[in-house]
């Protein structure tokens, strides 16, 4: 190890590259973000309030929660074709829907989980000053269970961004698809994967700093810190 020849001189030629594999980094975390997000919370609100569909969905959600995100991306790349469902889907989405529904069963656990937690008590209030059940969800409910879910939430969204590495493998030119080809084209490993580590470490340190101040925030807003 310490008479290897780091030449990271090598790589520079591919800057532009590496650029356009993080834009697609970007671009796919925001889009399973978002994605996932809108999927989860509504499915979270109706398994908090509707017991048929917990019933029946229940059971989907387990199931998405145990399969690694690898496997789903996989299924996906050959199950959004043109001969299983009549249409062929770029891998660009592919990973987003695939993935997205991964994050989207822990999201809706986490909301359902959030909405049930609420004191009674408060929904009780509520509801003695007329407000309808509607209106006990948006004012009364929400404001909790928000404050309740941003910090796991938070840390999800961290964790979608690592998992976009997965694309990869269904040749979405993501970071490291780019740092794989440049690896064919150099034989520099070591020094692209110090590359691609400095650029997942960019993108993630200052969310989990954002992370922490919400975190602190919230528990300060609530009386659990000073």
Do not use: C, H
């Not at 469902?85 to 987003?96: D, E, L, R, Y």
């Not at 509520?126 to 509607?134: F, H, N, Q, T």
């Not at 979405?172 to 110090?194: D, F, G, K, N, P």
């Amino acid at each position: 190890m310490f008479s290897y020849d780091w030449n990271f001189g090598r790589i520079t030629a591919y800057f532009d590259a590496f650029q356009s594999g993080l834009v697609f980094t970007v671009a796919l975390s925001i889009a399973t973000i978002a994605f996932s997000t809108a999927l989860g919370v509504t499915w979270g609100v109706g398994l908090a309030r509707s017991a048929p569909l917990r019933t029946f969905t229940t059971p989907i959600l387990d199931v998405l929660r145990s399969l690694p995100p690898l496997v789903l991306v996989l299924f996906g790349y050959y199950f959004y074709t043109r001969d299983v469902i009549g249409v062929s889907m770029p891998a660009f989405w592919t990973f987003v829907f695939s993935v997205g529904f991964n994050i989207a069963a822990f999201i809706a656990d986490l909301t359902r989980a959030a909405i049930l937690n609420t004191p009674r008590d408060f929904v009780e209030v509520g509801k003695a000053i007329g407000l309808s059940d509607r209106q006990v969800l948006r004012k009364v409910v929400a404001p909790i269970a928000i404050r309740e879910l941003l910090p796991p939430l938070s840390y999800l969204y961290i964790e979608t961004i690592k998992l976009t590495s997965l694309a990869s493998v269904i040749s979405v030119r993501e970071t490291v698809y780019v740092a794989q080809s440049v690896i064919v084209e150099t034989s520099r490993s070591l020094e692209v994967w110090i590359v691609v580590a400095a650029i997942y470490l960019v993108l993630i340190f200052p969310a989990t700093f954002v992370v922490r101040a919400l975190e602190w925030r919230l528990k300060r807003s609530a009386g659990l810190v000073k």
